[in-house]
């Protein structure tokens, strides 16, 4: 018995076929066309899954949760169209990173297995698909993508948006406004965004994070300093408990 092409297993996974020549390109990332001349990359098909995604997401969510506020719609969408939910799906339900079409510096540096590129992957696919097989045929792979994703986030709490969980958190604790300090590392087409969440009036950080936009490196800041403030969250609210105490029995005292 012959094992399927590999091909044909990335077929499986998204349900649909796609012409070789669409399929070369959804694939083809900006390096490999740089050290190709003429070669087209995904970019293009990126933008409009992107976009198809979004479309697809929100009317699934739109339709489960008549109840849910736009705000809880939209940090619920942006949690299961995230890079770290579509890389997911990159790797454990298309195994796509063998099948990257990489220049060979990025391919060295283990692109196959960024998050970044895997993210932009599953979104070129979708477009892909949808040049080939219009709306309805998308709409079928993104549901087979991404709906067990769409029913997961909304059992979750905090981690839906962690930076707006982290400020609630912090006026929780009687704690200032968290802030953001960013930095940028790397070349102008692989930056790298360095975030540190601080607060207080000495800026004490309580979590860094990084990504590939200002966004994703927050995001990851403000996670790790949720964490920390929870952590610590039944020792400062005894402190502002005993605090508030003492400050009653002084009041008391001078009456």
């Given at each position: 018995m012959t094992e399927p092409e590999p091909r044909e297993e990335l077929f499986s996974a998204l349900g649909v076929t796609i012409s070789p020549d669409l399929l070369i390109q959804?694939?083809?990332?900006?390096?490999?066309?740089?050290?190709?001349?003429?070669?087209?990359?995904?970019?293009?098909?990126?933008?409009?899954?992107?976009?198809v995604l979004e479309l697809v997401s929100t009317e699934t969510l739109f339709t489960l949760h008549p109840d849910m506020t736009e705000g809880q719609l939209a940090k619920m969408r942006a949690k299961a169209v995230s890079e770290e939910a579509l890389s997911a799906i990159a790797r454990d339900k298309l195994h796509?990173?063998?099948?990257?079409?990489?220049?060979?510096?990025?391919?060295?540096?283990?692109?196959?297995?960024?998050?970044?590129?895997?993210?932009?992957?599953?979104?070129?696919?979708?477009?892909?698909?949808?040049?080939?097989?219009?709306?309805?045929?998308?709409?079928?792979?993104?549901?087979?993508l991404i709906d067990d994703t769409l029913a997961e986030v909304a059992t979750e709490g905090p981690a839906l948006d962690w930076k707006t969980s982290l400020t609630v958190k912090?006026?929780?604790?009687?704690?200032?406004?968290?802030?953001?300090?960013?930095?940028?590392?790397?070349?102008?087409?692989?930056?790298?965004?360095?975030?540190?969440?601080?607060?207080?009036?000495?800026?004490?950080?309580?979590?860094?994070?990084?990504?590939?936009s200002k966004r994703k490196a927050q995001l990851a800041a403000a996670e790790m300093a949720w964490h920390e403030l929870d952590r610590y969250a039944p020792a400062l609210k005894a402190a502002r408990k005993n605090g508030s105490s003492k400050h009653r029995r002084s009041g008391s005292a001078g009456n």
């Open positions: 959804a694939l083809t990332h900006r390096s490999f066309s740089h050290e190709h001349p003429g070669t087209s990359n995904y970019e293009r098909l990126e933008f409009l899954g992107d976009a796509v990173g063998p099948f990257i079409l990489l220049g060979h510096g990025e391919a060295e540096s283990g692109g196959a297995e960024k998050s970044s590129i895997l993210c932009d992957i599953v979104e070129s696919l979708i477009g892909a698909t949808f040049l080939e097989h219009g709306i309805e045929g998308a709409r079928k792979v993104v549901h087979r912090a006026h929780e604790l009687g704690l200032e406004e968290p802030r953001y300090r960013m930095s940028v590392s790397g070349p102008e087409y692989a930056q790298e965004f360095i975030a540190k969440a601080t607060i207080g009036p000495k800026d004490d950080i309580i979590g860094k994070g990084t990504g590939t």
